[in-house]
């Protein structure tokens, strides 16, 4: 009953999963909706630079995956300066009217480590202009903090390497930015298992956001359906409470009455 009324909210907006899916890597538009519509993700992500939305000579995301029933999240992937990351997410604007909009500014081609310096310049502007920017970033709690301050609708750290499958490398460091937040906290990048993500949402994540993980598994479906099922498990876990860790080891029987 808990996890049925609690919802994750983005920009005032609710949804029912917290589990948010990628659409590139899939062999086909037929495999990656068949995959999104058995994670049950209420988002998907959209690089603008890369997947056709427009050109109705050849296959539309929008003709497999309906953007009346799953919400679109124009992203920047690809990008790497302010530059192109805003002239991508204004065109995003102009041919859906998205606003709600994932920003990811990379520093290399060969690390994918966001760029900062250029993410929180791009993400203080577009929030001028209107924009609700979830924001992909380093695990750095300062610059977290630095780009609330600018006013980004959630912040987006890396759990490792985009595409590595490392799982979450700094737990510590994702705590830290968990308790001086009150924005959506949003694992991004790096998670390899179903597992990982139940780390994440026990770690009091809000959600997580998979592409590869599910895309370039041996069985994109069942591995779908394996992380709906973890980001549920570990978000009721995480609400439900943990117990206390103890050094030493503590009986479960009671120690008095014994015969």
């Known amino acids: 009953m808990i996890l049925k009324q609690d919802k994750l909210i983005i920009s005032k907006k609710k949804f029912n999963s917290r589990l948010i899916v990628g659409t590139g890597k899939y062999k086909n538009m037929k495999e990656c909706a068949k995959a999104i519509k058995l994670s049950g993700a209420d988002i998907v992500t959209v690089a603008v630079r890369r997947v056709n939305i427009t050109n109705k000579k050849k296959p539309l995301l929008m003709d497999f995956i309906d953007p009346k029933k799953i919400t679109y999240l124009p992203n920047t992937a690809g990008c790497f300066n302010s530059e192109e990351a805003l002239r991508t997410l204004r065109l995003a604007r102009e041919i859906g009217g998205w606003k709600l909009v994932k920003l990811e500014v990379l520093g290399d081609k060969k690390n994918l480590f966001p760029e900062m310096i250029e993410t929180l310049k791009s993400t203080e502007i577009l929030t001028k202009e209107g924009f609700r920017v979830m924001v992909y970033c380093n695990d750095d709690p300062l610059m977290a903090k630095r ?26 460091n994702i705590q830290i930015i968990r308790s001086q937040t009150k924005l959506p906290l949003i694992i991004d990048a790096g998670l390899g298992q179903a597992s990982d993500a139940t780390v994440a949402m026990e770690l009091g994540c809000d959600g997580v956001l998979v592409n590869t993980a599910i895309a370039k598994a041996n069985k994109p479906f069942e591995m779908a359906k394996a992380f709906k099922n973890a980001v549920i498990a570990g978000r009721q876990s995480f609400l439900s409470g943990r117990i206390e860790k103890k050094i030493m080891g503590s009986a479960s029987s009671p120690t008095k009455g014994i015969i």
């Open 147 to 172: 780009l609330e301050n600018v006013g980004a609708a959630a912040i987006m750290p890396l759990a490792a390497p985009i595409g590595s499958g490392l799982g979450i490398q700094n737990k510590v």
